[in-house]
């Protein structure tokens, strides 16, 4: 099946520092992928949906200027948490579309922990 | 995309058959119903979708109901590994923002030995 990878697996940062998550589809295309939060206890929340060569696609309330996304290839997208609080600290989850299909592939997911 | 109810706890002893349940009763005629799993602090696993017929494959089966209000996820010979949050999710099969995934709450299948 198509694999999807994120990078780093687990990152601390002081408050107040940004920091910067790899997606990246390692066998196949991806033209879209999405970014995905998630709180202890909760369900995903869905926070973009970013497209190739494209500006990102925010949900209500996520805010584009804290999270910024860059989808620069077929093959990689990045999630950056600038300006990172405690309350950024969450479990954030990507995935991609397989390009010509419509199945999300999701990747491991990033475990961020702002102090 | 049409919501989904599924119960939030469910046991199911291991070796026996894990039936997970999931009404939606909203859901158009061109929505598909999704499966995915989510093991505990990993990413979501992709499971089964359907339309209309029952789906099989290597992991589990897929029963929807005549009318499409209702379907459950069977997992044949659950193990101490299916222990996951699984979630039923509906939507079209199409492009656009249509590609996007709710996840509602979805069901902790826990399997004791």
């Known amino acids: 099946g198509a694999v999807v990878s994120q990078h780093p697996s687990r990152v601390i940062c002081k408050s107040g520092t940004s920091v910067k998550i790899e997606c990246r589809s390692l066998?196949?295309?991806?033209?879209?992928m999405f970014w995905y939060r998630q709180f202890p206890k909760q369900s995903l929340m869905l926070m973009a949906t970013?497209?190739?060569?494209?500006?990102?696609?925010?949900e209500q309330g996520v805010e584009k200027d804290k999270f910024l996304i860059n989808h620069a290839s077929l093959t990689l997208s990045t999630l950056t948490v600038t300006s990172a609080h405690p309350e950024d600290s969450s479990f954030y989850i990507c995935?991609?579309?397989?390009?010509?299909?419509?199945?999300?592939?999701f990747g491991p997911g990033t475990r961020l922990t702002v102090t | 995309d049409a919501k989904t109810t599924q119960p939030p706890s469910m046991d199911c002893a291991e070796g026996r058959a894990a039936n997970l349940p999931c009404n939606h009763s909203?859901?158009?005629?061109?929505?598909?119903v999704y499966w995915y799993r989510q093991i505990h602090s990993q990413g979501p696993q992709y499971i089964i979708h359907?339309?209309?017929n029952n789906e099989t494959n290597e992991m589990a089966s897929l029963i929807i109901t005549e009318d499409r209000k209702s379907s459950t996820l069977i997992l044949p010979h659950a193990t101490l590994r299916d222990t996951a949050v699984y979630y039923c999710?509906?939507?079209?099969?199409?492009?656009?923002?249509?590609?996007?995934?709710?996840f509602g709450k979805g069901t902790l299948l826990t399997v004791n030995p």
């Open positions: 995935s991609a579309i397989l390009q010509g299909s419509y199945e999300q592939y």
């Open positions: 066998d196949f295309q991806a033209t879209t």
């Open positions: 970013s497209n190739e060569g494209s500006k990102a696609t925010y």
């Open positions: 909203t859901i158009s005629g061109n929505e598909y």
């Open positions: 359907g339309l209309k």
């Open positions: 999710i509906v939507r079209v099969a199409s492009g656009g923002s249509n590609y996007k995934l709710t």
